[in-house]
């Protein structure tokens, strides 16, 4: 069940079948034509991570962030956390919360896949809603091929990587850029069962939720936003990847096979992760792609400012001139 002590400005939205957990960050807009700007998850994850961007932000910029469903104070869905339920129910959430104002979209990592699915459902009525999206931030996402491309689950990397605390390997626990309180909110969530729970149900239905995006092929009906403004940042995989290599060998962790081929993928993952970031292109005539060479994976907590870089980019149109990052 969710908290019964919810924290402020905070609210549950009722989307027929369960409530979800909506967060309310900075002032109200002062028109109907000024974008707000949506926060989506990755998979195992819920609002807390986005706590140093939000608070980036500044008091200024209306945004949101929500639990998805079984997440923290959002209450369990009846159905099965697909990318394709995520994001019928995140439609229905910004139908009843009520979301009118345009929304600029942020996504992290698997939240690629349900903004795809998202604006495959908006695709279907008679109406598209795809005009209420204002441009998008991706962070670090999953392309839909991704899984074809590079394998974030290989065994072999996961066996020489057993018994490593992850955020430690990854640099996230020493470099992230919450606070104290921040950062022990975010262990403390997902350090209960409820958060265990869903996280092994959507780990079960992740892959298969890429090949269900596929056969929707929307590559066919590229830029799917025309001209609206996509921002893409791509992380750098082999932080995360040497940080769990150097952790498991130090443990004594896997054979010296199994460590060549853990090395082997280190070596090529961020020329595969980049071809990846650069279809994301293909979805607006107008896009920018740029790398966090100092981040893995989770770019929203080692480098907030890069995303409150990108979220400026697609509010002004174009990048801030004292940028530090790399741009394509």
């Known amino acids: 069940m969710p908290s019964t002590s919810l924290p402020p400005t905070t609210r549950l939205v009722n989307i027929g079948t369960h409530s979800l957990a909506l967060y309310t960050h900075?002032?109200?807009?002062?028109?109907?034509?000024?974008p707000v700007i949506l926060f989506i998850s990755g998979v195992a994850s819920d609002a807390l991570n986005w706590q140093a961007v939000t608070r980036l932000l500044g008091p200024s910029q209306r945004s949101y962030t929500y639990d998805r469903s079984g997440y923290?104070?959002?209450e369990s869905s009846p159905n099965p956390p697909t990318a394709e339920t995520i994001a019928r129910?995140?439609?229905?959430?910004?139908?009843?919360?009520p979301i009118r104002n345009p929304i600029i979209l942020v996504g992290h990592s698997w939240a690629g896949v349900v903004i795809h699915e998202f604006i495959a459902l908006s695709l279907k009525g008679p109406v598209t809603t795809t005009e209420q999206?204002?441009?998008?931030?991706?962070?670090?996402?999953?392309?839909e091929t991704a899984p074809l491309v590079m394998d974030v689950n290989d065994p072999v990397l996961w066996t020489v990587a057993a018994g490593v605390d992850p955020y430690a390997a990854w640099g996230v626990e020493a470099n992230h850029k919450l606070t104290v309180e921040e950062w022990t909110a975010f262990k403390a969530a997902e350090a209960t069962e409820k958060y265990e729970l869903i996280a092994r149900k959507e780990d079960e239905n992740y892959l298969s939720s890429f090949e269900t995006l596929r056969k929707k092929e929307l590559g066919k009906k590229q830029p799917l936003l025309g001209d609206k403004p996509v921002y893409v940042i791509a992380g750098t995989r082999s932080r995360d990847w040497s940080g769990l290599y150097r952790a498991g060998v130090a443990r004594g962790n896997g054979t010296e096979e199994e460590r060549r081929h853990v090395r082997a993928l280190i070596e090529t993952v961020d020329v595969k992760s980049a071809g990846l970031m650069r279809?994301?292109?293909k979805i607006s005539t107008k896009s920018e792609l740029v790398f966090a060479a100092k981040s893995g994976h989770f770019v929203q907590l080692t480098e907030p400012e890069i995303v409150v870089d990108g979220i400026n980019w697609v509010l002004d149109g174009a990048p801030r001139p004292s940028s530090p990052y790399r741009r394509e």
């Open 26 to 34: 900075g002032a109200e807009p002062t028109n109907s034509k000024q």
């Open 72 to 74: 923290n104070n959002s």
């Open 89 to 97: 129910e995140l439609s229905l959430l910004i139908e009843n919360a």
């Open 133 to 143: 999206i204002a441009g998008l931030v991706l962070v670090d996402a999953n392309h």
């Open 279 to 281: 279809e994301f292109l």
